[in-house]
């Protein structure tokens, strides 16, 4: 018989919705894993927010630490993308910067 292997650049383009995830800061190694599991099930972006009772202490040390777990969870999983780790933003920011064009209530 014969064996077709897909092209995985292909096959990777054909996505059905696109998810994001918005989130406060998380202590310790819960914000690392909402980025692992956030990355496993597809989201294409995660935002950290910063928020009146969040630490905005040590943001870029673990925006870089997300990256980081960002691509491991693509190489782990086979994906044929990586998820964004967006810079941190306040709520409003946030919310004035989504693009709700098709999105129905």
């Known amino acids: 018989g ?8 292909e096959e990777a383009g054909r996505v059905r919705f696109h998810m994001g995830v918005a989130c406060g800061s998380l202590k310790g190694s819960r914000g690392d ?19 009146e009772r969040g ?3 040590g943001l870029r040390e ?3 630490r997300y990256e980081r777990l960002a691509v491991s969870v693509m190489k782990q999983s086979l994906q044929g993308w990586k998820m ?3 810079d941190a933003l306040g709520l409003f920011d946030f919310v004035d910067g989504l693009d709700v064009r098709g999105v129905r209530g």
């Open 84 to 86: 964004e780790v967006r």
């Open 2 to 9: 014969e064996v077709r292997v897909p092209n995985v650049v």
């Open 62 to 64: 673990r925006h870089a």
């Open 33 to 51: 894993w909402l980025v692992e599991k956030c990355a496993e099930i597809g989201a294409r972006r995660l935002t950290p927010l910063v928020t």
């Open 55 to 57: 630490r905005e202490v």
